[in-house]
DNA sequence: CTGAAAGCGCTTACAG
DNA sequence: CTGAAAGCGCTTACAG
């Protein structure tokens, strides 16, 4: 049997209350009844039952994260920085990979809203509609990850995904490519793509180039996947000197392909990812791509998480943009146009 | 206010005990008052707390993992494996990053006690004699991840250290090699440290080769760590034709050093790692490593966890020996001896 | 400064 | 088949 409040209270020889107020360092306790309740803790081996103070206070000091799948280095970044920043102001996260499926998410927030967290943080590629009202009617606080809302009632913490790959094909343009790959998501829709496609078709606009949904290729991302989407780019026959793919992942499958496809990378073909994950620097060649602070926008999302579970805490809805930044390596070459 | 128990028995006009039963789904119930109940539910919209239901029952249904860093892949495979395994069984996971710190390893362990956790995996390299005794004292259920628990009181999923290092190093030396450095840990002692350094020992033994603690370099466990660790080496002058690295991370590091410092990987040094992280067959040179099947041990481990959170459990306690796996890749050569 | 008592939202013997 | 009531282990007004 755990020992309890009351088999302290007992020891100590004063009302539960009183244990109760030395465990929550409430100052009103003398001095001297305080040691005692203190030494019967240490006694006892008294540890206070989280459980029932949530209940009673209504508040739990857990945070639910709902994320795709933390086996994605992208945000396996985040969840830690998320994790280390509750661990500042004594929080705790249940983690819940959600694989992209709306069934699984719905009930994983179910979950979380049951278990009464005080906030949840949704990281995602896009939000749906249903998703966005079950969200925004959540009795815990809300903050999204990688993502927006657009009703105004969520913060969020995300780039600019339109502004990153605007910069980036701008850059490859600019090294004289001008025949481009895209190995996206096999995922039509959604707002992160949606987003970057814009940002492509910019930068393919203002150089006249033609942007070709034939040219668009969709596949699992990852490393099998970019492999694949390479493979089929090849075989097809279609001119291309640059691939664009969604993530670094991809990108490394897809240099690998190409190689034992007897490619050089850069030289034939120049090949991006995005996000930078933590060894894109260490592959040879190294992997040319966009850079998030992963770790940020999780550290920020729960601080903002945070903000909003504490009485007089900002309140305040707001998108908040952190910076990217285009890392050109050893994936792609200049080419003479 | 978020709708409780007895709002429902108020719109269905039964008593709260009668929403319990077919909320918990307990056959007793009249089908109609069963109906009438289940249209109060959806009418209010209304989600059981299971923070209450925790409290009553004295269960939480939700697990705790102590990992060191959820950032290095090797610990997020166990986490995901532990993961899946909890949805399956309708359990949660709270996730506490140790970064191999005794002192957030109490802190983490007295606050996921103090969350009523069911359960509890520790994930490690080492079980000092003072963790060991608190996880044992705990109340709450623990399992042991990568490490083996000496006590005969605790279960633990893990590879054999000792035959994974023997078998990688009999390899290699059967390809000629006899000159070897080991890149290792900064921590000098614990559990997986000296089981690998015995099989290592062995294979030297049998072998006539003379292990010198010498060769022994230590840094930190990451692309970095091993980077400065082969420039170390390969400054220092002594003479080495193989590295076996403590894990992946480390070998790849080295691998880069060796190749910006001149060195032809494999030709002039034949590199291995450890674990088989994720990427080790996508680098150039595919990286040479023991395979450690890290989804299943996290898996396995909870499943273990689970059943002894159940009544009618299995409670042996035993140590689950999974299957490593030696892979000869392209970071390694045979020589002329 | 301290304690008695109500109450957080559930579950579950017990009685009917 | 259903309900009244006790109790899970805390916190916190309220009274003294």
Redesign the pocket.
């Known amino acids: ?9 007992r020891e100590a ?12 360092n ?9 040691e ?1 309740v203190l030494e019967a803790i240490k006694k006892t081996g ?13 508040k739990t000091n857990t945070m639910g994260i709902m994320i795709p799948d933390i086996t994605n280095p992208y945000y396996t970044e985040i969840v830690r920085g998320a994790e280390d920043v509750c661990g500042i102001y004594h929080y705790n996260i249940i983690l819940s990979n959600t694989d992209f499926d709306p069934e699984k998410e719905k009930k994983s927030l179910n979950v979380l809203v049951e278990k009464q967290c005080d906030g949840i943080i949704y990281v995602g590629k896009d939000l749906s509609a249903e998703m966005q009202a079950e969200l925004i009617d959540a009795p815990s606080e809300v903050v999204l990850g990688c993502i927006p809302d657009d009703s105004g009632f969520l913060s969020g913490v995300l780039i600019n995904n339109e502004a990153a790959a605007y910069e980036l094909a701008t850059e490859l343009i600019k090294m004289g490519h001008k025949k481009f790959m895209l190995f996206f998501d096999e995922l039509e829709e959604g707002y992160i793509y949606q987003e970057r496609k814009k940002g492509f078709i910019k930068a393919f606009d203002e150089n006249n180039i033609q942007f070709d949904d034939s040219r668009i290729l969709r596949e699992k991302l990852s490393l099998s996947g970019g492999y694949s989407m390479m493979e089929e780019a090849i075989n097809s026959g279609v001119d291309f000197t640059c691939v664009f793919c969604f993530n670094d992942q991809t990108a490394l499958g897809a240099i690998r392909c190409a190689e034992e496809m007897g490619k050089k990378i850069p030289e034939d073909i120049s090949i991006c990812g995005f996000n930078n994950f933590w060894i894109a620097e260490w592959t040879r060649p190294q992997i040319t791509t966009v850079a998030q602070p992963m770790y940020d926008i999780g550290a920020i999302a729960m601080r903002m998480l945070i903000k909003l579970c504490e009485k007089d805490g900002d309140r305040t809805v707001k998108n908040v943009y952190v910076p990217h930044e285009v890392h050109i390596r050893g994936s792609v070459a200049k080419i003479d146009s």
């Open positions: 049997m755990r020992v309890k409040i009351v088999d302290v209270a020889n004063v009302s539960v209350a009183t244990v109760s107020r030395v465990v929550n409430i100052p009103l306790v003398n001095e001297e009844t305080k005692r008294y540890k206070p039952n989280a459980i029932a103070r949530s209940l009673k206070i209504q």
